[in-house]
Every structure is written in C-alpha cells, then in structure tokens.
C-alpha cells in the first residue's frame, strides 16, 4: 500500500485525511462505537464498547432475568451451545468449519489445555516446542509449565527463536531452527505484540509439518483485523482473545481452533463442558470428549464474558473482514507516511515492518522518551500505550478510527516533541 509515495497524495494536510474519511465505506461504523477518548489508538489492548456489544450483554442480562435456568435451552442463542454456536460465528473470520472453533477460558487457559494436549499425544514426536525471544511472556510461561508438568526441563525442551534486529522474527530463522532442533511443536504469533509484524503462517505451517512437528498460533493481535485460513493452511491449533481488535470487553471469554484431524483426542485439561453434548448430562464416570473443538473447553460457559461478542461479530459481518483489512492497512500506510515526513527529524523511527503483507494492525513508533510521550499524550486525551523500553504501540483500529485521528495524532505528537512537553510527564507506577 504505497500510494503515498511517491506520488505525495497526502502533501495537503488535514484536507487529504478528510477526503479519505469521505471516501471510507466504513466510516458509519465509528457512530457505533462510544469511545472514552478523543482519540483511542489502543484498541489492540482493549477495543471499546459498542451499542451491539453493549445490546447482547442486556439480552443476555433480561434472560437470566425472564428464564432463569431456562435459558440453558430457551435463550435466543441458548447457553448450553453457547460456546458452539459462537465459535460457528467466528470461524469464517479465522477461516475454518464452524465446529473448528469454539470460545472457552482465556488465551492463557488455552495455551495451557492445547500444549498440554499435543504434549500427551505426540506420537514419535520429541517434545522439544519452538517459540521466539519476542513473545508475549504468558505464551512462554504457559507453555514451560506444560513442559515441566510433563518431567521435561524447559531450558533444554523449549527452543527460542532469536531476534536479529531486536524487533523482527526472520521467518528464515524459524524455517531454520525447526531443523536445528528436536522440535515437535512450533507456537508463534500471527503478530508480534510490540513491533506489529505479521508473520507468514503458512509457511511456518509447512515448515513444521516438512519435519513432522505441529503448527499452533496464537492469533490475539490478529483476529478482527486480518483476515485467516487456518483449515487450507492445515494449522494444528491455535488461540486468540477477543477483548483487543472485536471489542468484547475486558477479560472477555477467548477463542481457539483445532483442525479437525485431532477432533477425539484427549484434552489436556479435560472438564465437563468439553464431553460429547448429546451425554452430558447422563453424568457419566468417564469424559467421552466432544467430537470438535469443543472438548477444549472445560467448565461452564461465562455466558456474561462471551455475550458481547456476540453482538460484535455481528457488527464485523456487517464490515466484512476484507474491508477492515485494507482500511486497517490504509490507514497504518498513513501513519507511517506521516511519521516518516513530519517525525523523523523528531526522533521517531517506525520499528513495524513497511510491507503490507508483514504487518497486522497497529504501528510501533520508537523513541527514546516513549514512556513520557505517551503519558503527555494520554493526557491530552490521545490514549497510546507504552512497550518498553522505547515504544509507542499505536493502534488505529478501522471500526472507529478515522483518517484525522491519524493526522491529529501526529499533529500532536509533533508539538509534543518539539516543546519538549514530556519532559513534566510523571510515569512509573501505571498499570501497561
Ligand atoms: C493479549 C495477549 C494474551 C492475553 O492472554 P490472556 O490469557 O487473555 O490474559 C496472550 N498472548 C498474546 C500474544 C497476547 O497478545
């Protein structure tokens, strides 16, 4: 997406961002939205609420209210299949049969459950898991508790990628530790949390499978913003979290796929929720496990947790998930434009990959005061986030942002820096 250089289309200020906004078949979808800030560039950690999100939660709450344990079976979408059905939902967005994807615990829980199934059955397998030094932490500390529940020392059985620039995973690197290592499991991002880069899942996937190792992905700075294909691919499995690109809300019931080649193996963490449904509640002695992925899940559905994404993915179908990709990348191409014309004599470098096809939805600025720039932003009601040591993590989501935030954003990112305003910032003790 290069079509502001070299042709310089956005030379003429606010006026071009506007014209983009007019042009924009999703800009009604911002309305929608209520959004706390002037501007809210963190979607990628905590999307906002919407009115349908906002909607489903109330059916949900008049339900209880109206039906009491009858809304197991007679809510509108019933909370016995509440999980199911969801994931039916939710599967053309990762690109996979509905009974592919069902939505249970948190990303944590998930990663936990999936390693720790694949561990038990890996076959000739070795148990050695592939991951990569830039990670979000939870995926590692999961994943070493798996291995040492198992008697496998985690300094010897999970192998890490390293980073060469300190911001980029070579997919190279990956390709060429799976055959440097005994690995049976290779766990990598779609994206990577801090620098946005978008890694290339399929050939990660053949890769694994050229050397008989599985491929699992945590998708959670992917879903909602970059379309997927999971089931042609042959993905394994993988996890995601809908609190960050599809707006469910803080701590909001998480995702997960498994290719249906596994369907009927036994669940890592294996729980009453994930038994065969049609025997559930005949209260066998024994698990007899879904024939899906929803023997993933565990307990009880948190019909509350899980509600608003019902109202969301509705919101999303609507978009279409292409169009929120190429407004998603338009407006990232935007951003990287204007930092690279108006920024950089002010210290601020892009550490997010440039091509299109190597990033996901959000931007990384560094700059060596990023902690108090994005305190001084924040309170002039711009809302970022810090990745430390010296990143700006911007997220223009394409439901609600618009082309003038964008511009906005650098307009008063460029006054921040060049009055010095964060050097009064007063950081340190917040919650990231
Ligand atoms: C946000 C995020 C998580 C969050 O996990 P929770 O269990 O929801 O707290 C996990 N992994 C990655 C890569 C994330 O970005």
């Avoid at 969301?312 to 292409?322: H, K, N, R, S």
Wanted: hydrophobic share 40%; proline share 6%.
């Amino acid at each position: 997406m290069d079509d502001f250089d070299p042709d310089r289309t956005h030379d003429d200020g606010v006026a071009y961002a506007r014209r983009r906004d007019a042009d924009d078949p999703l800009s009604g979808f911002q309305d929608r939205f209520d959004v706390p800030d002037d501007i809210y560039l963190d979607g990628n950690s905590l999307g906002p609420i919407s009115d349908a999100a906002e909607q489903a939660l109330e059916r949900a709450v008049e339900e209880w209210r109206e039906l009491g344990i009858r809304g197991w079976t007679d809510a509108g979408r019933p909370w016995f299949w509440y999980g199911e059905s969801l994931g039916d939902d939710l599967a053309p967005l990762v690109g996979a049969d509905g009974e592919e994807v069902v939505v249970a615990n948190s990303t944590t829980v998930n990663i936990h459950t999936l390693v720790g199934t694949f561990l038990d059955a890996r076959g000739d397998r070795p148990p050695g898991i592939l991951v990569n030094e830039l990670d979000f932490p939870t995926d590692h500390y999961a994943i070493r508790a798996q291995l040492r529940q198992r008697g496998y020392d985690p300094d010897e059985h999970l192998h890490v990628v390293e980073s060469r620039d300190g911001r980029t995973i070579a997919e190279a690197d990956i390709v060429a530790a799976v055959d440097d290592h005994e690995v049976g499991i290779v766990f990598m991002p779609s994206v990577l949390y801090r620098s946005g880069q978008l890694l290339d899942i399929e050939r990660i996937t053949s890769a694994a499978h050229e050397r008989n190792a599985l491929a699992g992905f945590d998708l959670a700075h992917s879903v909602g913003v970059v379309p997927h294909d999971l089931s042609d691919v042959g993905v394994d499995f993988a996890v995601w979290c809908h609190y960050k690109y599809l707006n469910a809300g803080p701590g909001a019931i998480a995702g997960l796929y498994v290719n249906d080649r596994h369907f009927g193996t036994t669940p890592a963490l294996a729980g009453w929720w994930g038994h065969e449904k049609e025997t559930q509640f005949e209260l066998r002695e024994r698990f007899t496990p879904a024939d899906s992925a929803g023997a993933w899940q565990i307990g009880t559905v948190p019909v509350f947790s899980a509600a608003p994404l019902a109202g969301v993915l509705e919101l999303v179908d609507e978009a279409g998930i292409d169009a929120i990709r190429a407004k998603s990348l338009a407006l990232t191409s935007y951003l990287i434009a204007l930092v690279d014309d108006r920024l950089a004599d002010l210290d601020c470098s892009i550490a997010t990959p440039r091509a299109p096809d190597e990033r996901g939805g959000h931007v990384a600025i560094e700059h060596p005061e990023a902690e108090r720039v994005s305190e001084t932003l924040r309170e002039r009601g711009i809302v970022v986030d810090f990745r430390p040591p010296n990143i700006v993590r911007v997220c223009p989501a394409p439901l609600y942002t618009r082309f003038v935030d964008v511009w906005e954003f650098t307009e008063q990112l460029r006054e921040v820096l060049t009055n010095r305003d964060y050097e009064n910032a007063d950081v340190g003790d917040e919650v990231t």
